[in-house]
């Protein structure tokens, strides 16, 4: 059984920064591709970026580019995301997700492993 706890939303001012932690309690936690999805409200679930198991590949959804940036860190079983030039258009509901099989994929439904979500809330 996979578990995945986020963390490090909260509000902050337009241009801000955060930066989100997903701990997964499982073990053998490189075997795992990891991403980020982002949920408004009265939207649906959209892919923010992607890492791979050995975390040298990375991949971003157009909004995310040049703004955040993936990470992992297989010796704590966390993986991060760092948002920079925050915008109001970022408030969301963010969630790390986790699969053994697929890697990069933007579809929701790819994943089998999922957190709680933590709340990004950016303010103008």
């Known amino acids: 059984q996979v578990q995945l706890v986020e963390s490090g939303g909260g509000l902050v001012q337009a241009g801000g920064s955060l930066r989100l932690s997903c701990a997964a309690s499982?073990?053998?936690?490189?075997?795992?591709?990891m991403a980020w999805f982002r949920q408004a409200p009265g939207k649906e679930r959209e892919f923010v970026a992607a890492?791979?198991?050995?975390?040298?590949?990375?991949d971003y959804a157009d909004s995310a580019k040049g703004r955040f940036t993936i990470s992992r860190d297989n010796a704590k079983n966390t993986v991060y995301l760092q948002m920079n030039s925050l915008k109001p258009e970022d408030t969301a509901v963010y969630y790390c997700?986790?699969?053994?099989?697929?890697?990069?994929?933007?579809?929701?439904?790819?994943?089998?492993?999922w957190g709680q979500g933590t709340q990004v809330t950016v303010s103008s």
């Open positions: 499982v073990r053998g936690f490189s075997a795992f591709a």
């Open positions: 997700a986790a699969d053994e099989v697929i890697y990069g994929s933007t579809r929701p439904g790819a994943y089998d492993y």
């Open positions: 890492v791979s198991r050995s975390g040298g590949t990375t």
